[in-house]
């Protein structure tokens, strides 16, 4: 079975501040992750994806995450916040491309 | 592309009454899902299709749901009679062929009074 847990239902930080963002995944197979981002009422649009390959993968907007297969983790990062990044983001994983298991989401709140 | 399109964008409607939300996905997409996305469940899987064959429906609530895709470029999620706890954001999202990632859609935001 598979699941997602987004650790951090609200997170605050201040304008040019980092972001960090994090997930823990469970899967017994190898799995592709994603993170999609949620504006005020839009639909989920894709940040950036790890299928295989470089662990390291980068996305729109600035953000990356990192596939930690020791730490099951694929946390998403990004080097100075923007008040534009205020959103919803929500980490998910699949292994078959059928079945997308998504984290609760977390709500990230830029101060200005 | 246009992405995956849904209609309505809005919707308030009377309890007992029914609802059709429709959803075309982008050209040459082959598998459909359907999602509902309420603050208490979070986003909850409904129903997908692969080449227009409904191949999960374990996530749709009860028998006042139902979901079709006659064909490649249109899908509908039914509900009838509605109930204010049906209440919620309904997204529709595709994915292409083999790929593995999924496009959502914008919702559409349904509210049973």
């Known amino acids: 079975a598979q699941s997602v847990t987004q650790l951090g239902s609200h997170v605050s930080v201040s304008e040019g501040a980092l972001v960090l963002l994090r997930c823990n995944y469970s899967?017994?197979?190898?799995?592709?992750l994603f993170w999609y981002v949620q504006y005020p009422n839009q639909g989920l649009q894709l940040l950036l994806k790890y299928t295989t390959g470089a662990t390291l993968v980068k996305g729109i907007n600035g953000f990356e995450a990192e596939f930690k297969k020791s730490e099951t983790s694929f946390h998403l990062t990004k080097p100075s916040a923007h008040m534009s990044d205020a959103a919803e983001y929500f980490c998910?994983?699949?292994?078959?491309?059928?079945?997308?298991?998504f984290g609760t989401g977390t709500s990230l709140t830029v101060i200005p | 592309d246009a992405g995956v399109i849904q209609s309505p964008r809005h919707e308030v409607t009377e309890m007992g009454q029914e609802v059709t939300l429709r959803c075309k996905p982008i050209?040459?997409?082959?598998?459909l899902f359907w999602y509902r996305q309420t603050m208490m469940r979070g986003l909850e899987l409904l129903i997908y299709f692969n080449n227009n064959v409904p191949i999960d429906d374990s996530g749709m609530p009860e028998d006042r749901f139902s979901a079709k895709m006659p064909n490649a470029s249109f899908s509908t999620l039914k509900i009838q009679p509605s109930e204010p706890r049906d209440s919620a954001v309904y997204f529709c999202?595709?994915?292409?062929?083999?790929?593995?990632?999924?496009?959502f859609g914008e919702g559409s935001w349904l509210t049973v009074v």
């Open positions: 899967s017994s197979v190898p799995p592709y």
């Open positions: 050209s040459g997409h082959n598998s």
């Open positions: 999202a595709d994915r292409e062929g083999a790929g593995n990632t999924i496009y």
């Open positions: 998910a994983v699949t292994n078959t491309g059928n079945q997308f298991y």
